[in-house]
């Protein structure tokens, strides 16, 4: 059973505008959400994550924001610039195991 | 620079062969994962393990197992590969709340 959801395979978003990327999860026990972003070829890296004891992290252009009351997080990419595209995972962890999502192909549109 | 590497990065072998699958990471992390990343699934863990000598199974075990002798090297064995294990594996280390991964080995079974 699928503890981290990333219900939309695929967004497209124009360059400069706000690019939002949607995760569920199902376990209440998680407390650390992380961020990766996965070129073609290469492997995942870690882009940015949030405690359980808050409710937004920014760095940068990248700001994640956690709902616990509805186990949602959500990344925001502001302004979306080309080089974003990529694939993104989104991960919840308790104590040592991580819990990965099945990934959101990210396309800015020049 | 502290990293972590995979080898081969791509492999074509035979159903009902063995194939080892080598990572290597010179961040002396005590804990290290297998993934498998196969469409519509994401990222997938098949063993793990938080130490010399420990070795534990993950949500996707079946055919697979790792040996931890030393810190740096975590290797994955397919006893008798499969045609289902064709897949791209990702080794990955952390210290607990960040993982590092390698740049992925891309396994084909005939």
């Known amino acids: 059973d699928q503890q981290v959801k990333q219900n939309s395979p695929s967004l497209s978003v124009q360059e400069g505008r706000i690019s939002i990327l949607n995760c569920d999860y199902t376990?209440?026990?998680?407390?650390?959400f992380l961020w990766y972003k996965k070129y073609p070829a290469e492997g995942p890296t870690f882009l940015i994550s949030?405690?359980?004891?808050?409710d937004k992290n920014e760095d940068g252009r990248f700001t994640v924001f956690l709902n616990k009351s509805a186990k949602h997080l959500s990344l925001h990419i502001v302004p979306s610039q080309p080089g974003d595209s990529a694939v993104y995972f989104c991960a919840a962890s308790s104590g040592n195991q991580f819990y990965f999502g099945t990934g959101t192909s990210l396309t800015v549109i020049p | 620079d502290a990293e972590i590497t995979q080898s081969p990065r791509h492999k074509i072998t035979e159903t009902g062969r063995q194939v080892t699958l080598a990572c290597h990471q010179t961040w002396n992390h005590n804990n290290m994962f297998w993934y498998r990343q196969d469409l519509g699934h994401g990222l997938r863990l098949i063993h793990y393990?938080?130490?010399?000598?420990?070795?534990n199974k993950g949500e996707v075990s079946d055919g697979y197992s790792v040996s931890r002798s030393n810190t740096e090297d975590l290797p994955l064995t397919l006893e008798s590969a499969a045609s289902s294990q064709t897949s791209v594996y990702f080794c990955?280390?952390?210290?607990?709340?960040?993982?590092?991964f390698g740049p992925g080995t891309r396994l084909t079974v005939l």
């Open positions: 949030i405690s359980s004891i808050k």
């Open positions: 393990s938080y130490g010399v000598h420990d070795t």
């Open positions: 376990n209440s026990m998680f407390d650390y």
């Open positions: 990955a280390s952390s210290t607990g709340n960040e993982q590092f």
